[in-house]
């Protein structure tokens, strides 16, 4: 029997590469498809050394939609993994239309080309951002969704809205099974790490805004020192608290979520999961756990808050491991030797 085949949009970016390097583990094929209007070729060339597979790549917009049906004319996909998204906070609020046709209209052609092409199952790429600032912690997939405070936000939650409406309404009755949509929403806490060959990682473009680059590039000298947002909020050090998820086990939960819908093992067809470790890390418990786990020092000092942070986010993870039988493995100190590892190779 020959292999499944994956298309992966947004291929060219951080998450992507780390999930294109499992799914080829696991005995996919891969297509990556990307504009790289934010990405570069490089990543590609890291999952095709890592994997020594000649994965193939595709330069296509996917909000154009007769280059996507082309590129489906070419292959016969059996899913789709959508990451093809920008995802700066600010920019998203300076340039709110660039953000709401990216992000909603490439997710649009997306799935009206699967349609045509009678592919039925996608994963979306989703983020913890849908929950603003929980009211009960651990959040889980049935916590409210708060109002978006950001365009970029707000893409995730519409995306995640038209992927249930239409996977509702091409199942409904009546319809013939074999075309029905099926999805899954992954919904991302804060990704970090980088893979243990170091031949990808988290590429920033500039000043980071993520807290792991922004350490790591501290660490190697090129910024003077980190700001540690806000050292005022409601938790035991007064930083504010997230949970970091390890890019190798986030992209071995999308290896989880496609086939769970190629094996028919769904209980809805539309179905979200939260991808974390359930365990909240502060910023400075970051700061300092990367400064021991590489032996490094951190300069920092302690600024103003930054507007529109959450105090404290995290995930319940029991729905991951009972339901998509996933769970996070590495412990923060291999992901934060990880993340230093792929920094230094940077300089190379
Ligand atoms: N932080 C600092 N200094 C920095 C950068 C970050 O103190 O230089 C702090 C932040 O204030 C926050 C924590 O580190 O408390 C994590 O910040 P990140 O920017 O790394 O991550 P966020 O939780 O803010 O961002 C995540 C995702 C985004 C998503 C956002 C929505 O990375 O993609 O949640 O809230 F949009």
Redesign the pocket.
């Known amino acids: 029997m020959s292999n499944k085949t994956i298309l992966v949009t947004g291929g060219a970016g951080y998450i992507v590469s780390h999930t294109s390097v499992a799914l080829i583990e696991a005995g996919y094929d891969v297509v990556i498809a990307d504009d790289l209007s934010n990405s570069s070729a490089g990543a590609v060339d890291g999952v095709r050394r890592i994997t020594g597979t000649d994965v193939p790549f595709e330069r296509v917009d996917c909000n154009d939609r007769a280059a996507l049906r082309e590129l489906f004319e070419r292959y016969r996909f059996d899913g789709a993994i959508h990451f093809a998204a920008f995802?700066?906070?600010g920019e998203s609020v300076d340039e709110p239309l660039k953000y709401y046709d990216n992000n909603v209209g490439s997710f649009l052609s997306l799935l009206e080309t699967m349609r045509l092409f009678g592919v039925r199952n996608v994963v979306f790429s989703s983020?913890?951002?849908v929950y603003?600032q929980p009211d009960v912690l651990p959040a889980t997939e049935a916590s409210p969704r708060k109002p978006a405070?950001?365009p970029?936000?707000a893409t995730?939650q519409i995306c995640e809205d038209i992927l249930r409406d239409a996977v509702a309404a091409y199942n409904s009755a009546g319809g013939p099974e074999e075309e029905g949509l099926r999805g899954i929403a992954l919904r991302?806490?804060?990704?970090?790490g980088a893979h243990p060959s170091a031949l990808i990682g988290e590429l920033p473009r500039g000043v980071?805004?993520?807290?792991?680059?922004?350490?790591t590039q501290t660490a190697a000298g090129i910024r003077a020192e980190?700001?540690?947002?806000?050292d005022d909020?409601h938790t035991p050090d007064g930083?504010?608290?997230?949970d970091?998820i390890d890019i190798n086990d986030l992209a071995l939960a999308h290896v989880t979520a496609i086939g769970r819908m190629l094996n028919d093992r769904q209980r809805q067809n539309y179905e979200v999961f939260n991808i974390g470790t359930g365990v909240p890390v502060?910023?400075l418990e970051?700061v300092h756990g990367f400064e021991r786990a590489n032996g490094v020092k951190v300069p920092?000092k302690i600024?103003a808050?930054?507007p529109?942070?959450?105090?404290a986010?995290w995930a319940d993870t029991t729905l991951a491991a009972t339901e998509l039988g996933w769970r996070a493995t590495r412990t923060l100190e291999q992901t934060l030797r990880s993340s230093w590892r792929w920094e230094q190779q940077l300089k190379k």
């Open positions: 995802k700066a906070v983020s913890a951002t603003g405070n950001s970029y936000g995730k991302y806490f804060n990704p970090i980071p805004n993520n807290l792991i680059p922004y350490i980190l700001s540690v947002f806000g909020y930083t504010a608290l997230r970091y502060s910023v970051l920092y600024v808050r930054r529109g942070d959450a105090e986010v």
